[in-house]
Every structure is written in structure tokens, then in C-alpha cells.
């Protein structure tokens, strides 16, 4: 903040932080050498330079923008805490007041910076559910049956009847390919259904149709596990066998596939032998279905049958946002049994609750985190020299000196670190040779992200800086 400069004077400030980060403060000085301070001010922030959304107050004056005090004079630091913190990479400061003139020096605060990760790895989704990878964020497609933010949660009731016998699936909802007549309609299809005057007992088809079926419509999605019939129960008439399909839109139909003797071959399932008793066929694996559709094979007397299907849903949407799961500022959007979280940019996780901010700290060279491979030099003195020994508070053992040592004749000499990935570089220690009178008294630092292309760190005023360092060894 105590630049060599005596202060800016313009109408706004505005600074590229060259990454996005989360900013939490803000700290401001008038200027230096003249009574000219800027007194309140706002803020405002960007992620691309183009769209710049005001700081607002979120206590006294919510939906109306932030006005932060600032200085009274021309040195004392004023910092100013974000009611929230906001994610920017361009951060604007506006002068509302000021005293003398608009001038004034500052400094920003905040985390970061903010980079994205493969968050779909490990694969975070469970029960068969597919990943996305988002930005700091993930979306799981659920299988039905499995809802939440990693398909955790099982949605399925214990399967029992859907509907047919208790009226809960409305007479509109079964169709047939033909109907003997009004009175055999397919609406007569219900398990332990009786004759009621002219309203025969089952479902009868034509005797021309060639290709008969029953279908329900269950009105939503359901896990189908058995299918069980009777004969008509006021005739000697019933289906010795079926094959059932399944669709989930009333259009695409998929027969049921048997899956021990003979895989990939339609699946013909044993019927009735008598009027009443009632037969229950289990899937040989339970089919995702809206529409189901039983298909006669073969029958006694006259295609007649009821019936009933058994399942565990019911796979009803919610509004999944309601009460909203995301934390830490994020958005939610409701899906089909699920919901997904768009994370602030700091925040991840299926929920946003987890911080992936790391403050500055010692990268591991030191710790070892760092391998021996990751370290390399222009020379060395010898193998006991070498640029694994250039590590943080190492000492001499046996053979191995306590630093690393160039060879004399390198008249360009350096020590490389290969981070294995890429990291925003604060700082820097040194120390001079544990075991001998030998250390660096200044030296320049550059830069890489791809070990090829090397820039040099620059200085802040007119000339790159050298910077002074130890002094002995340790």
C-alpha cells in the first residue's frame, strides 16, 4: 500500500487482479504529500471487465449499494470488510465524496486464486448415477429410484399393488387392442373384478384380433416387479401365457427379456389354468415403466383375463429446491428427483458447503511433499551437491552437504522446482550452506508454466528488483 507514488487522482479506480479470487476487504489512504483524501465510496465487481455488479447492503439498505467511509486524512490505512464477499478478477472503486481532491491509495484482500478441478474425480456419484463435471461443481444424472446430490437417497416404497383392483388407476387408463364389446372392455381387466349385470368378468378381446394386448398407463414412472392374472370369472375362459413390454413414454415399447436359459429371448410367462386362482409372474428384472403391456400367447377357451401390477415408486418430481440445499451462496435448480447446485466460484461440493481456498503457505520443499525428482540445477558440484540438497533447513548427512552447490565454472547458475502443478507464488525463503561458510547474497527468480518459456519477476518501480538475502548460513 505505501507505493513509491504519491497517490492515484482520477475519477474511478479500477484493478485487474489477472485471476478471479474471493475479495473480502478493501483498504484505502489519501494521498501522500497533499490534504486530498476520498471520504466514502463504493465498490463494484467484475469476473470479465464488462458486467460490474455494485456491492450492496445487505443490513440497513438491502437491494441498494454499499457506500463505505473512508479517510480523514492523508495516511491513516481505512479498511473497509464486504458485507459479503464477492468473487471478482476486475474490482472498481468509486468516490462518492472526498476532501481537497479525488486521490487516494489503496489495497485489496481476498483468496485465492480460484482455479477448477475435475470434480467428477473421483467419481462422486452413487448407485449407478452419471457424472458431470461443472464449474467447482458436479451434477449427478440420478437412475430412477435414487434421487439427491450424489444418488444417495432411495426413493422406492416396498413394492405392493398399483391399482388396479383398489380403483386408485382410473378406468381411462386401461386400453386394450379391441373389446368384445362394451361390456368385455378393457376397463373389466382388474384382479377379482366380478360380473355386474351386462359388465362381463375380464377383459375379452375380439376373436379376429391377431395381435391382442391389455395396456395400463400408470400415470407415472414406476419400478414394475410382478405382473399377477386370473381368468374371466363368469366364463371357463383364460391366457395360459403372456409376454409383457414396458415404456416410459407411451410410444418406445421393450418386452421383458428372460435372462437365465435364454438371455436376449422374449420372455414367456406361465398364466392361468382356471377362472379365479390368481397367478403372480415376478420380473426376471424389475423394468422402469409408465406403460406396461400384457400380451396374450396362448389361452383357454377366449382371450379373457384380470390382472394386477406390482411395483415401488412412485417416481413423482418435488420442487427439490424448496427448502434450498446450496449453501455458501449457491444456486439452486430443481431437476427430475434431484437438484444441482451452481457453487460460487470458492465453493464446492453437491451442495456448495465445502471451501476449496487455501491460503498462502510452504509449498514442500522442506516437508519432502516435494520428491528429489522435482528438484534440478544447471550443475552441480558433485553428486553430494546436488539440487535435492537445495531444501529448507537440511542438514549435512555423511556425504551429503547441507545445501546445494553450483559447479565454479557455471557462469549462468540456477535451481529449479517443478511444483507437478500449477500455484500462485507468494513468497520465497532462503538459507546459506548448512555445513560451510556459503551462501547467495541476491539473486532473480523467474517463472513457468510449461518448463519451456521462463519469465523473470519483475520489480514494481522503473528498474526489475534484486533482491537482498541472507547473509549466513542458516
Known amino acids: 500500500m505505501h507505493a513509491e507514488f504519491q497517490g492515484w487522482v482520477k475519477g474511478d479506480s479500477q484493478v485487474d487482479l489477472a485471476d478471479i479470487y474471493r475479495i473480502t476487504s478493501v483498504a484505502t489512504q489519501g494521498r501522500q504529500d497533499m490534504n486530498q483524501w476520498v471520504t466514502r465510496y463504493k465498490l463494484s465487481c467484475s469476473t470479465d471487465g464488462t458486467t460490474f455488479y455494485t456491492v450492496q447492503d445487505i443490513s440497513t439498505n438491502p437491494a441498494y449499494d454499499e457506500v463505505f467511509t473512508g479517510n480523514v486524512d492523508r495516511n491513516t490505512i481505512v479498511t473497509n470488510t464486504l458485507p459479503v464477499p464477492q468473487i471478482c478478477r476486475y474490482v472498481r472503486l468509486m468516490p462518492v465524496s472526498w476532501f481537497g481532491h479525488v486521490s487516494l491509495r489503496m489495497e485489496i484482500y481476498g483468496k485465492g486464486p480460484l482455479t477448477d478441478i475435475n470434480d467428477c ?59 368384445y364389446n362394451a361390456d368385455h372392455g378393457a376397463k373389466r381387466g382388474r384382479l377379482n373384478l366380478a360380473r355386474v349385470g351386462n359388465l362381463r368378468g375380464a377383459w375379452s378381446a375380439r376373436p379376429t384380433d391377431a395381435k391382442p394386448w391389455i395396456q395400463v398407463d400408470l400415470a407415472d414412472i414406476y419400478r414394475i416387479t410382478s405382473v399377477a392374472t386370473q381368468g374371466r370369472q363368469d366364463e ?27 438371455p436376449r429371448a422374449v420372455r414367456i410367462f406361465t398364466g392361468n389354468a382356471d377362472r379365479n386362482t390368481i397367478v403372480t409372474n415376478t420380473l426376471p428384472v424389475s423394468q422402469i415403466c409408465r406403460y406396461v403391456r400384457l400380451m396374450p400367447v396362448s389361452w383357454y377357451g377366449h382371450i379373457s383375463l384380470r390382472m394386477e401390477i406390482y411395483g415401488e415408486g412412485l417416481f413423482t418430481d418435488i420442487n427439490d429446491c424448496s427448502p434450498d440445499p446450496c449453501e455458501n451462496g449457491g444456486i439452486c435448480s430443481n431437476g427430475v428427483n434431484t437438484f444441482t447446485c451452481a457453487c460460487d466460484l470458492g465453493y464446492t461440493g453437491p451442495t456448495c458447503g465445502t471451501a476449496i481456498l487455501n491460503g498462502p503457505g510452504p509449498l514442500g520443499l522442506e516437508s519432502y511433499f516435494i520428491p528429489d525428482s522435482s528438484l534440478t540445477a544447471s550443475s552441480e558440484y558433485n553428486a553430494d551437491h546436488g539440487a535435492k540438497r537445495g531444501r529448507l533447513n537440511l542438514a549435512r548427512v555423511g556425504n551429503l552437504r547441507g545445501a546445494w552447490s553450483a559447479r565454479p565454472t557455471d557462469a549462468k547458475p540456477w535451481i529449479q522446482v517443478d511444483l507437478a502443478d500449477i500455484y ?51
Do not use: H
Request: aromatic content about 10%; proline content about 5%; charged content about 15%.
Open 121 to 179: 474425480s473421483p467419481d462422486p456419484c452413487e448407485n449407478g448415477g452419471i457424472c458431470s463435471n461443472g464449474v467447482n461443481t458436479f451434477t449427478c444424472a440420478c437412475d430412477l429410484g435414487y434421487t439427491g446430490p450424489t444418488c444417495g437417497t432411495a426413493i422406492l416404497n416396498g413394492p405392493g399393488p398399483l391399482g388396479l383392483e383398489s380403483y386408485f388407476i382410473p378406468d381411462s387408463s386401461l386400453t386394450a387392442s379391441s373389446e
Open 236 to 262: 371357463n375362459q383364460w391366457v395360459t401365457s403372456y409376454r409383457l413390454a414396458c415404456s416410459t413414454d407411451g410410444t418406445t415399447f421393450y418386452t421383458v427379456q428372460g435372462i437365465s436359459a435364454y
Open 424 to 474: 500462485r507464488i507468494t513468497s520465497v525463503a532462503t538459507q546459506g550452506r548448512q555445513d560451510e561458510n556459503q551462501w547467495v547474497t541476491s539473486y532473480r527468480l523467474a517463472c513457468s508454466t510449461d518448463g519451456t518459456t521462463f519469465y523473470t519477476v519483475q520489480g514494481i518501480s522503473a528498474y526489475p528488483r534484486a533482491v537482498r538475502v541472507s547473509k549466513n548460513r542458516n
